[in-house]
């Protein structure tokens, strides 16, 4: 049945490696914990056993933007999905349950913070569920670089269901130190692990050291081709980056979570469809995108740590075919990874104070605030108190894991409208002429409207109907007053969930996992990040499989440190080195080879100045000939 309810909803005639495995085990009704690397096909191993199993499957998730998008992709294969999270509207959460409540609901994603309000839980324990599945899992272990407290409080939800519910955890990096805690908080039965290797065959990792980036990036970009994703970690370099490679005419735009919802997915479908080669982008790009051509991820900035580099540079090459991850690296590198332990982990005291100006510039007393759902200005809140973003955002982030708020980021949102008249009222509204162009504009444009909200786009109605978008707006809303629609504008607030009642800041207490274990942590994953970007005598593969765990990794023969051990070792009495016999391999393929071809199988590894050099040796002494003005040949002797 399995393979049928594949072919049917996603069109494939087999799965993936490992993905079977974790299905089986899940229908068979175990406790499971997948570890599937990223492009390893996460989504599947649950949304299929969810088309399968009588009742609903539960699905936790952090990322706001990505439930998002999975609901959108389930719904067009006509897979009934709903999600709840904080940024919903009463109405829509209440659909949402009403839908599930029915039987017309697959499947529900919801964020963790949900399972922290006692009034939803007590409506899930109404449901049958049949499957609790934990995404991004490593987030429940303390041991993970992205701990989270709101997922402690999956264990509880465990304990609302019928014992016989299995849960699935998944996650695309895990330690396994981390593996064996996800499995010990979620209280497996037994322990269960699905694991495929961390091992990518045909992506090559390369450190490029260069206190000038931008050349060292031109270079690479020069010398290689297809499609490419630049990791940075400011919004500001996005944009900068972005520019400089257009004036150097190389197409490319940034990406980051500050661009509003249609400015992301015009970006991200411009890319998808390679008009822009080049995605200039913070962490925000990237998960759950699934193109598989990715020929070429360059880290400009290094990460924090091995996990969230392996999962960036995962995304090249999900196709199979070579593909490179390249990091570029500087001297003040090491310094700048060692100052974000201390902006990660701001004084006490300063926590404290960021603590008491939220609950002032929420106004929230003390004793008070339980419960509570609150839109939160982050820039704002920084400018009226001066405070340096970088160490309050840390600080809110330290209270989060402490358990005295949730401060969720992620938190930009689409408009949406569900038109809430029946169809014979709808006769007898007597409205505006703009106003009944844009009402009739949107029924005609977007389907489901009386059973659902749908995602619009406002700009595109005003593009359409040559009205401005304030226009649109205002008969939204207009039509709204009249109860004949529910319009939600799109927002890009956070939000703040006071967990608890608001505390005087000297009650305030940071346990030491919180704190002091949680920076040891970060320490150590640091000086791994160091180990493997200044490393020059370890295979870079082997260092992040030896992380993960597998300690039987070898040499992949692929990356810079071994191709540079390969160049010693073929040096022989011909006086040709090992850049010279890559050269000829290349070149003696049939027909020769394009130059530009060339310089991008080789740069990666070696520098275009000493390409060229070896050329004009090997030309000189008659190994190999120029033809066609560009092409390569081999001399046949």
């Given at each position: 049945?399995?393979?049928?309810?594949?072919?049917?909803y996603w069109g494939?005639?087999?799965?993936?490696?490992m993905?079977?495995e974790?299905?089986?085990?899940?229908?068979?009704g175990?406790?499971?914990?997948?570890l599937?690397?990223?492009?390893?096909?996460?989504?599947?191993t649950?949304?299929?056993?969810?088309?399968?199993?009588?009742?609903?499957?539960?699905?936790?998730?952090p990322?706001?933007?990505?439930?998002?998008?999975?609901?959108?992709?389930?719904?067009?294969r006509?897979?009934?999905?709903?999600?709840?999270?904080?940024?919903l509207?009463?109405?829509?959460?209440?659909?949402?349950?009403?839908?599930?409540?029915l039987?017309?609901?697959?499947?529900?994603?919801m964020?963790?913070?949900?399972?922290?309000?006692k009034?939803?839980?007590a409506?899930?324990?109404?449901l049958?569920?049949?499957?609790?599945?934990?995404?991004?899992a490593?987030?429940?272990?303390?041991w993970?670089?992205?701990?989270?407290?709101?997922?402690?409080r999956?264990?509880?939800?465990r304990?609302?269901?019928d014992?016989?519910?299995p849960?699935?955890a998944?996650?695309a990096?895990?330690?396994?130190?981390?593996?064996?805690?996800i499995m010990?908080r979620?209280?497996?039965?037994?322990?269960?692990?699905f694991s495929?290797?961390?091992?990518?065959?045909?992506?090559?990792y390369?450190v490029?050291?260069a206190?000038f980036?931008?050349?060292?990036?031109?270079?690479?970009?020069?010398?290689?081709?297809?499609?490419?994703?630049i990791y940075?970690?400011?919004?500001?370099r996005?944009r900068e980056?972005?520019?400089?490679?257009?004036?150097e005419?190389?197409?490319a735009?940034?990406?980051?979570a500050?661009?509003?919802?249609?400015e992301?997915?015009l970006?991200q479908?411009?890319?998808?469809?390679?008009?822009v080669?080049?995605?200039?982008?913070?962490n925000?790009?990237?998960m759950?995108?699934?193109?598989?051509?990715?020929?070429?991820v360059?880290?400009?900035?290094?990460p924090?740590?091995?996990?969230?580099?392996?999962?960036?540079?995962?995304?090249?090459?999900?196709?199979?075919?070579?593909?490179?991850?390249?990091?570029?690296?500087?001297k003040?590198?090491?310094?700048?990874l060692?100052?974000?332990?201390?902006?990660?982990?701001p004084?006490k005291?300063?926590i404290?104070?960021?603590?008491e100006?939220?609950?002032?510039?929420?106004?929230?007393?003390?004793?008070?605030?339980?419960?509570?759902?609150c839109?939160?200005?982050?820039n704002?809140?920084?400018?009226?108190?001066?405070?340096?973003?970088?160490?309050?955002?840390?600080a809110?982030?330290?209270?989060?894991?402490?358990?005295?708020?949730?401060?969720?980021?992620?938190?930009?949102?689409?408009?949406?409208?569900?038109?809430?008249?029946?169809?014979?009222?709808?006769?007898s509204?007597s409205?505006?002429?703009?106003t009944?162009?844009?009402?009739?504009?949107?029924l005609?444009?977007?389907?489901?409207?009386f059973?659902d909200y749908?995602?619009?786009?406002?700009?595109a109605i005003?593009?359409?109907?040559?009205?401005?978008?304030?226009?649109?707006?205002?008969?939204?809303?207009?039509?709204?007053?009249l109860?004949?629609?529910?319009y939600?504008?799109?927002?890009?607030?956070?939000?703040?969930?006071?967990t608890t009642?608001?505390?005087?800041?000297?009650?305030?207490v940071?346990?030491?996992?919180v704190?002091e274990?949680?920076?040891?942590?970060m320490?150590?994953r640091?000086?791994?990040?160091?180990?493997?970007?200044y490393?020059?005598?370890?295979?870079?593969?082997s260092?992040?499989?030896?992380?993960f765990?597998?300690?039987d990794?070898?040499d992949?023969g692929?990356?810079?440190?071994?191709?540079?051990?390969?160049?010693?070792?073929?040096?022989?009495?011909s006086?040709l080195?090992a850049?010279?016999?890559?050269i000829?391999?290349?070149?003696?393929?049939?027909?020769?080879i394009?130059?530009?071809?060339l310089?991008?199988?080789?740069?990666?590894g070696?520098?275009v100045?000493?390409?060229?050099t070896?050329?004009?040796y090997?030309?000189d002494?008659?190994h190999i000939?120029i033809?066609?003005?560009?092409?390569?040949?081999?001399?046949?002797?």
């Open positions: 049945m399995k393979h049928s309810v594949l072919k049917r494939y005639s087999s799965f993936r490696p993905q079977e974790i299905i089986d085990s899940v229908m068979a175990r406790d499971t914990l997948g599937l690397p990223t492009g390893g096909g996460k989504s599947i649950f949304q299929v056993p969810a088309l399968m199993l009588p009742g609903l499957t539960i699905v936790v998730t990322l706001i933007s990505l439930m998002k998008d999975q609901v959108d992709n389930l719904r067009r006509d897979v009934p999905a709903v999600l709840f999270h904080s940024g509207t009463r109405a829509e959460k209440d659909l949402a349950m009403t839908r599930c409540r039987g017309k609901a697959r499947i529900a994603y964020s963790p913070e949900r399972l922290q309000n009034e939803f839980l409506e899930l324990r109404t049958r569920v049949s499957l609790l599945v934990v995404d991004e490593h987030c429940i272990s303390q993970g670089y992205d701990f989270r407290p709101s997922y402690l999956i264990a509880d939800l304990q609302l269901l014992e016989t519910v849960v699935l998944l996650t990096s895990a330690t396994p130190e981390v593996a064996a805690d010990d979620l209280g497996f039965r037994t322990h269960n692990v495929r290797s961390f091992a990518r065959p045909n992506l090559s390369v490029r050291y206190d980036k931008d050349d060292m990036l031109l270079r690479i970009l020069r010398a290689t081709s297809g499609c490419s994703i940075v970690r400011s919004r500001r996005t980056i972005a520019e400089m490679l257009s004036r005419g190389i197409s735009e940034p990406y980051h500050g661009l509003s919802p249609e992301k997915e970006r479908n411009r890319w998808m469809a390679d008009e080669r080049v995605i200039v982008a913070t925000a790009f990237g759950g995108i699934d193109k598989p051509d990715v020929r070429l360059v880290h400009f900035d290094l924090s740590s091995l996990e969230e580099y392996y999962q960036e540079a995962g995304r090249g090459g999900r196709d199979g075919k070579e593909s490179l991850a390249v990091a570029i690296v500087s003040a590198d090491k310094g700048l060692t100052r974000r332990v201390a902006e990660a982990f004084d005291e300063f404290a104070y960021v603590y100006m939220v609950g002032n510039f929420l106004s929230v007393s003390v004793g008070e605030g339980y419960g509570r759902v839109e939160f200005d982050f704002t809140f920084c400018r009226v108190y001066s405070l340096p973003p970088v160490p309050a955002q840390s809110l982030h330290i209270l989060t894991r402490a358990g005295y708020l949730e401060f969720i980021e992620e938190t930009t949102s689409r408009s949406r409208l569900m038109v809430v008249m029946n169809k014979d009222e709808l006769y509204l409205l505006d002429a703009d009944e162009d844009v009402f009739q504009y949107v005609r444009s977007y389907t489901g409207l059973a749908v995602y619009i786009n406002e700009v005003a593009t359409t109907l040559r009205l401005s978008s304030d226009t649109v707006y205002n008969a939204l809303l207009y039509l709204t007053r109860h004949a629609v529910s939600i504008p799109r927002k890009t607030t956070p939000y703040i969930v006071w009642s608001r505390e005087e800041p000297r009650h305030l940071i346990p030491l996992e704190y274990r949680q920076r040891e942590r320490e150590r640091i000086e791994a990040m160091k180990d493997f970007a490393t020059s005598t370890d295979c870079r593969a260092v992040l499989l030896r992380y765990g597998d300690k990794a070898c992949c692929k990356c810079d440190i071994c191709r540079s051990r390969r160049r010693v070792a073929l040096e022989d009495k006086g080195g850049l010279d016999h890559s000829l391999h290349l070149v003696s393929r049939p027909g020769g394009e130059m530009d071809r310089l991008a199988e080789l740069v990666p070696s520098t100045s000493d390409i060229t070896r050329l004009r090997l030309i002494h008659s000939c033809v066609d003005t560009t092409r390569l040949r081999i001399v046949n002797r």
